[in-house]
């Protein structure tokens, strides 16, 4: 079974430049999440969809990330402008339901100088 | 969700069992312990989860105390490839249900 699969594996741009990741979660999957992790924590939750729908976006900082999962299926999440502090590996996870267990993409590694 | 507490780090000698900890006192009726582990530089990898009963998988067990207020993760023979940083997470049922990680315990494996 092929697993989640994330792209780029590395990203390095300047700050107030703009980014987007992409994410393919396993066949199946109804759930679908992005994580934020920074050196040295664990990882933060930004997003979380069911399908094509947002369940929880409490932590996603608004003003410059947004998200978006046309078709219930790949997903894309933008940094526009993109802040020192945003480097960091972004991690994509699905789950069949929101209640089974979460497969984890290998993560995008973000630096912004 | 409930929050969990793990000490920071341990450390266990390669072949023997690690028994990792997790309180979690204010888990509630509903929420289910999961076991998580991140190896360095890969994504977090799923472990084992549970409610009230005890769990085995070819991974690990899973021991939750009868008041549901802690947890102990066991690996019963650790290998080198088992140093990582084990999550413990309390997560409720249901709709909207999220994992919440914590900053997690690293194991180190010793040869």
């Known amino acids: 079974e092929a697993g989640v699969a994330q792209s780029p594996r590395y990203k390095i741009i300047e700050k107030r430049q703009s980014v987007a990741f992409w994410c393919n979660p396993i066949s199946g999957h109804a759930t679908l999440y992005w994580y934020q992790q920074i050196l040295g924590q664990g990882p933060k939750l930004l997003i979380q969809?069911?399908?094509?729908?947002?369940?929880?976006d409490s932590q996603l900082p608004k003003d410059r990330f947004s998200a978006e999962r046309l078709k219930g299926v790949d997903s894309t999440l933008k940094i526009q402008p993109a802040k020192l502090e945003d480097s960091a590996v972004y991690l994509c996870a699905s789950s069949f339901t929101q209640q089974s267990e979460a497969f984890f993409g290998q993560g995008t590694r973000l630096t912004v100088v | 969700d409930a929050k969990t507490t793990q000490p920071p780090s341990m450390d266990c000698a390669e072949g023997r069992a690690a028994n990792l900890p997790c309180n979690h006192s204010t888990i509630s009726g509903n929420e289910y312990v999961y076991w998580y582990r991140q190896i360095h530089s890969q994504g977090p990898q799923y472990i084992i989860h549970?409610?009230?009963n005890n769990e085995t998988n070819e991974m690990a067990s899973l021991i939750i105390t009868e008041d549901r207020k802690s947890s102990t993760l066991i690996l019963p023979h650790a290998t080198l490839r088992d140093t990582a940083v084990y999550y413990c997470i309390v997560s409720k049922t249901g709709a909207n249900s999220k994992l919440t990680f914590g900053k997690g315990i690293t194991l180190s494996v010793r040869p």
């Open positions: 549970g409610l009230k």
């Open positions: 969809f069911q399908n094509n729908g947002v369940v929880d």
